[in-house]
Nanobody, 126 residues
Framework: QVQLVESGGGLVQAGGSLRVSCAAS????????VGWFRQAPGKEREFVAA????????FYAGSTKGRFTISRDNAKNTVYLQMNSLKPEDTAVYYC???????????????????WGQGTQVTVSS
């Protein structure tokens, strides 16, 4: 089992920045791919970014590429999502997810992830 806990959400003005964190405990976290997803009210949960266990491969949704940066510190069992140039449409609950068998073809699919955190709210005001 892997337990994931997100933190760092909050209220920020458009154009501002925020960093959310995903702390893991339980099984060896270093072998897992970690993804960030978000869900806005009335919308489906969508892929935001993902990072391989090594930290050398990262993947982004088109809407976040260039503004968001995913990174990980395996020594701290933590994955970060740095969000810059935030827009009101980035408002959502942000979830991190982890799985040991994610491939490049599946990392954007939420159903492929076995472990999820409880989410952290990010609100961007205009």
């Amino acid at each position: 089992q892997v337990q994931l806990v997100e933190s760092g959400g909050g209220l920020v003005q458009a154009g501002g920045s925020l960093r959310v964190s995903c702390a893991a405990s339980g099984r060896t976290f270093t072998s897992y791919t970690v993804g960030w997803f978000r869900q806005a009210p009335g919308k489906e949960r969508e892929f935001v970014a993902a990072i391989r266990w090594s930290g050398t491969s990262t993947f982004y949704a088109g809407s976040t590429k260039g503004r968001f940066t995913i990174s990980r510190d395996n020594a701290k069992n933590t994955v970060y999502l740095q969000m810059n140039s935030l827009k009101p449409e980035d408002t959502a609950v942000y979830y991190c997810a982890a799985d040991s068998s994610i491939t490049t073809a599946t990392m954007r699919k939420m159903d492929e992830y076995d472990y999820w955190g409880q989410g952290t709210q990010v609100t961007v005001s205009s």
